[in-house]
């Protein structure tokens, strides 16, 4: 299957902001739920955001009120929204899709991107 490409990551500053943004097959779009991952050096991946197909969100407890996760299933393409970012937010960000909310948090199976890193300096 074709993977989900990330795009967008870059160096910035503590404070600061970036928008991530994630192209796929339009199957990827019409599957239910889309998300995103992060993992720091040295860590495991974990959870940030997800999307379900009626725009409904969740969050991880360390990125609500700074991240923004929306989509636009015409543009077959997902975008993560970035402000207020703290070094803690370095990581390789993955774009993610699969059939329900649960199994996006978790995380296990559906379709992935490579990543695109973020770095944040202090």
């Known amino acids: 299957q074709v993977r989900l490409v990330e795009s967008g990551g870059g160096l910035v500053q503590a404070g600061g902001s970036l928008r991530l943004s994630c192209a796929g097959p339009?199957?990827?779009?019409?599957?239910?739920?889309m998300g995103w991952h992060r993992q720091a050096p040295g860590a495991q991946r974990e959870f940030v955001a997800a999307?379900?197909?009626?725009?409904?969100?969740n969050y991880a407890d360390s990125v609500k009120g700074r991240f923004t996760i929306s989509k636009d299933n015409t543009k077959n393409t997902l975008y993560l929204q970035m402000s207020a970012l703290k070094p803690e937010d370095t990581a390789v960000y993955y774009c993610?899709?699969?059939?329900?909310?649960?199994?996006?948090?978790?995380?296990?199976?559906?379709?992935w991107g490579q990543g695109t890193q973020v770095t944040v300096s202090s």
């Open positions: 999307i379900t197909y009626y725009g409904s969100t």
């Open positions: 339009g199957r990827n779009f019409n599957s239910g739920v």
């Open positions: 993610t899709a699969d059939v329900t909310l649960a199994s996006v948090v978790r995380g296990t199976g559906g379709s």
